[in-house]
């Protein structure tokens, strides 16, 4: 078996990290039994591009049980937890290319080493390997049935290729599925961004000046767990409508030039890039916290802010604090060299919440699968009898009960004539 990691004998605590996830991961689990006696994914050959995390090793498990031939490589060189990619390869016999900390070249090296697997399925976390294919494993087009994409990011970067025609096979947008974004973006997002702050800087939020920029899926939850710790927090937008609805969610609302005269933490939750810059950290305050809950590095402008820097400190407080100096009586601390903090500074999202975004996942890939050669080369929504079904399973999960339509209710939503 061919794989990179950085250390097999932390086997034993990957498994225990898997299962204690696992736990939490009811729905998952539901689907993987039926998996292992449908088997949807035989004969496929699967690489997944993903955060290398227990949550993640428990997807993967899922995949390998409905008879899938997976291997994984890491989404984000600072999230991979190396004894779950120990773990993977030890004990559940599944392939990884996985270091955490790996630079660049390395990062690319894992993408290809997953591809040379030839897979027939990918599942990707920001499009890198969708993207890999095009620009470079050319010969991968035509074997490829579908891809599947967990993150905002990823379908903002998919939807641009099949704008381009591009776009050599079809991608189902998972993250555009309601039990996707609606949960993993708001409240996994939200959690686990103020617990990545919380455990790098060690340090209070209530009654603290907390600016968080874009108030899209993640932006909403990240304001509303910041608040519920005792900030004032301050969001920025450049979308009309969404500022508005953080207005009338009680949030103040400002431009980032003012915002950066104010916050004593700054998180970035847009996709979009240099939304933190030199100019901005100019006028922040001694001792300002930096960090981003986007899919990539760019949303601070960590080139331009060394450039104003009068010294660069990495680790000044562990692995994932770094201090930019800007005078004799001022600095600003970035966090995670501006990389998901959630995942250099946390665990990534919670179990519970993961188990909504794989079990969506998993039920997208058996969908696309079964749909092979009937969907165009385009970005598709995972039909909504996948939301339906995981939504099901998991308020089963949860013992929630709903109540189901009466025959009259179901007539009177359907039709038109009755009014007044
Ligand atoms: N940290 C994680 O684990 C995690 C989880 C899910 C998604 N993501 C990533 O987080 C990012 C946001 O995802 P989302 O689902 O919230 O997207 P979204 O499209 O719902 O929201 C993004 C918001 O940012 C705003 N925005 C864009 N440019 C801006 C700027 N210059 N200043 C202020 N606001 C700006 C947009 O108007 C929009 O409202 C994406 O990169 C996504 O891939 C991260």
Redesign the pocket.
């Known amino acids: 078996m061919n794989y990179d990691i950085a250390d097999a004998k932390r086997a034993p605590e990957g498994v225990k990290r898997i299962e204690w996830a696992d736990r939490d991961m009811p729905t998952l689990a539901l689907i993987r039994e039926k998996f292992a006696k449908s088997r949807p994914l035989k004969g496929m050959k699967m690489s997944a591009c993903l955060h290398v995390t227990a949550e993640t090793a428990n997807l993967v498990r899922t995949l390998k049980a409905g008879g899938a031939d997976v291997v994984l490589c890491a989404s984000n060189p600072l999230s991979t937890q190396d004894d779950v990619a120990a773990a993977l390869v030890k004990h559940y016999d599944i392939p990884v290319f996985a270091r955490h900390g790996i630079d660049n070249k390395g990062y690319y090296k894992h993408l290809s080493g997953a591809l040379a697997h030839k897979p027939n399925v990918t599942m990707d976390d920001?499009a890198d390997l969708v993207t890999a294919i095009i620009t470079q494993h050319k010969e991968l087009q035509k074997q490829v049935v579908g891809s599947m994409e967990e993150?905002?990011?990823?379908v903002i970067r998919l939807r641009a290729m099949q704008e381009d025609g591009v776009l050599p096979f079809p991608v189902i947008a998972v993250?555009d599925a309601d039990t996707k974004?609606l949960f993993?973006?708001r409240y996994?997002?939200g959690q686990?961004?103020l617990d990545g702050i919380i455990r790098a800087t060690g340090k209070l939020i209530a009654g603290q000046v907390f600016v968080v920029?874009?108030?899209?899926?993640?932006?909403r939850g990240l304001a509303s767990r910041v608040r519920g710790h005792g900030a004032k927090v301050i969001v920025?937008?450049?979308?009309e409508v969404?500022a508005l609805e953080a207005a009338m969610d009680g949030f103040q609302v400002m431009p980032?030039s003012e915002a950066a005269k104010l916050g004593d933490f700054f998180c970035t939750?847009?996709?979009?890039m240099h939304?933190i810059r030199p100019e901005h950290v100019k006028v922040m305050k001694d001792g300002a916290i930096i960090s981003n809950?986007?899919?990539?590095d760019i949303e601070i402008d960590l080139v331009g802010i060394k450039k104003i820097s009068k010294k660069v400190t990495k680790n000044v407080r562990g692995v994932d604090m770094t201090q930019y100096q800007l005078s004799a009586d001022k600095s600003v601390y970035v966090l995670a060299d501006g990389r998901?903090?959630?995942?250099g500074c946390a665990e990534?999202?919670p179990p519970s919440v993961m188990d909504m975004s794989f079990a969506t996942q998993a039920l997208a890939s058996e969908w696309c699968v079964k749909m092979k050669g009937k969907l165009d080369n385009t970005v598709h929504i995972p039909p909504k009898s996948i939301d339906k079904m995981v939504a099901s399973l998991k308020l089963k999960s949860m013992g929630i009960k709903i109540d189901t339509l009466t025959p009259a209710q179901k007539k009177y939503l359907s039709s038109w004539d009755m009014g007044t």
């Open positions: 920001g993150t905002t990011t990823g993250n974004h993993d973006n996994g997002t686990s961004t920029a874009g108030y899209g899926w993640c932006g920025t937008e450049v979308d969404k980032m939750v847009t996709g979009d939304v809950s986007g899919h990539f998901l903090v959630n995942l990534g999202h």
